[in-house]
């Protein structure tokens, strides 16, 4: 099942980078429209289904709290996510009357939005199979414990594995529960106690281990991102900086240059 996502923000950057996480981050949810204030997004709304809406608060015409009490007030079942500066969080709080799922400080910690967006799809995917009449898939855990303990154990390395062959596809923590025969949630937490970082964390370090190994080849930047899994160089190069405090080009030009003089 995909969701329909929208992204409000009168700074057309940050639907872009937006854009780009949830392309690359997050299954399950598609990219319905980019809007420049919240006029334009109410205007789609009352016009086009929509299961998540992504805004910002200070925007021209409509702010993101007005676009959230008007979802709210028409009944539309839209999960809400506020973005704010520090000086409008007390402002944000407002959105809890109007039923807002969560707001998101800027800059923003993707971290927290994927385990947001993560839950809000999990929430969704619940809901939906309340109303066809289904049950969600059991997880194929034995309730012996010891077997439990192993079964665990065998799955997770199975999971590892499979990360390894597959690091350089658009994967998602999703791709790999099923490939193990798990529930998405249960996956994840028994993901996070088996290696101490949640499965984007690992992933993350996984390509971002294999594009340091790549840089030391003669390949474009634009190659390496594809090579690893990313579709956006742009998106491959924010990601990249988090995690080494360098972009691939200095990190190519410094730190590799410096390990060959040794």
């Known amino acids: 099942m995909m969701y329909r996502l929208i992204l409000v923000d009168d700074e057309p950057n ?11 981050e997050q299954s399950g949810y598609e990219i319905a429209g980019s809007f420049r204030d919240g006029q334009q997004a109410w205007e789609y709304i009352q016009k086009n289904p929509v299961d998540c ?3 910002d608060i200070k925007m021209p015409c409509m702010d993101g709290l007005a676009l959230a009490r008007n979802i709210y007030l028409s009944k539309n079942p839209a999960k809400v ?8 969080f ?7 009357k109007y039923g807002v799922t969560d707001y998101q400080l800027k800059p923003i910690d993707y971290e927290k939005l994927s385990e947001v967006l993560i839950q809000i799809r999990e929430q969704m995917d619940e809901q ?12 194929r855990i034995s309730e012996n414990k010891d077997e439990s303990d192993d079964y665990s154990i065998v799955t997770m390395e199975t999971a590892l594995r499979y990360l390894k062959e597959h690091y350089n596809e ?5 791709n790999v529960a099923d490939a193990c025969f798990m529930n998405s949630s249960y996956f994840g937490r028994c993901f996070k106690q088996y290696t101490g970082r949640t499965f984007t964390e690992y992933l993350t370090d996984l390509r971002i281990q294999k594009s340091i ?9 634009e190659k390496i991102a594809r090579k690893v899994g990313y579709g956006s160089s742009r998106h491959f190069c924010r990601i990249f900086k988090e ?6 080009k200095e990190y190519r030009m410094r730190i590799l240059k410096q390990e060959l003089e040794q």
């Open 14 to 24: 940050t639907c872009e980078i937006l854009a780009d996480f949830i392309k690359e």
């Open 81 to 88: 996510i506020l973005l704010s500066g520090y000086g409008e």
């Open 53 to 55: 809406v992504i805004t």
């Open 170 to 174: 658009p994967i998602s923590r999703d």
């Open 128 to 139: 939906l199979c309340k109303e066809k009449g289904f049950k969600t898939r059991p997880n």
């Open 243 to 248: 995690i080494t405090g360098y972009t691939p």
């Open 90 to 96: 007390e402002y944000a709080q407002q959105g809890i």
């Open 213 to 221: 190994q790549l840089l030391g080849e003669n390949i474009t930047i």
